[in-house]
């Protein structure tokens, strides 16, 4: 079955509409399937948040966000693609999911961000989707251990608000993620 969903667009919304209109937002419930594992989708997302079949680049978006719908985190790290019939292996380099844009309000610790991410979802960085730091490159935890990281144009904006902190850092929903020892 296509994607019909439409991308949660942050722009233009306030951080309370965005909130809004991620509760309203129903996803499969790939943590209720738990069909046996058949092997490998021959599915690689790589550094850049790129997915590839079989050495072909994935170009749909529509098909990227169908595929990232049923993406789940295992416990043991892996990643897999599942459905209520079956579960395949699916390669991650750095992060399954893409922060392409983002949006706040407010300053210090009153300050709220949300990040739009290129499966066509959204979230608001806080205790629920902490940032976190690989490499020292920042990732934002997006669902279930489903990580993001940063397009660079969102990255350069992200460390130009942490630059206004000190210590260097982002407060959102409350909570203070230091850049310090990223």
């Not at 309203?24 to 209720?32: C, F, T």
């Not at 749909?60 to 789940?72: G, H, M, P, T």
């Not at 990281?149 to 130009?160: G, I, K, M, N, Q």
Request: aromatic content about 8%; overall charge negative.
């Amino acid at each position: 079955m296509p994607e019909t969903r439409p991308s949660l667009d942050i722009a233009a919304r306030s951080l309370a509409e965005i909130g809004e209109a991620i509760a309203a937002r129903g996803r499969p419930p790939v943590d209720n399937w738990n069909p046996s594992h058949c092997g490998h989708s021959g599915m690689r997302i790589d550094r850049e948040g790129r997915w590839w079949h079989e050495g072909r680049r994935i170009e749909r978006d529509a098909l990227v966000r169908l595929f990232a719908s049923v993406l789940r985190r295992e416990p043991d790290g892996r990643h897999v693609l599942v459905t209520p019939v079956e579960k395949l292996d699916i390669d991650v380099e750095l992060a399954a999911l893409r922060v392409v844009a983002m949006t706040f309000e407010g300053d210090g610790e009153e300050r709220r961000i949300a990040f739009q991410l290129n499966d066509g979802e959204a979230v608001i960085l806080g205790p629920d989707h902490p940032l976190s730091f690989r490499d020292g490159m920042p990732l934002v935890n997006a669902r279930g251990g489903i990580e993001a990281s940063f397009e660079r144009p969102v990255y350069y904006e992200l460390a130009e608000l942490a630059l206004l902190e000190d210590p260097p850092g982002l407060w959102s929903n409350g909570q203070f993620f230091a850049f310090a020892n990223a």
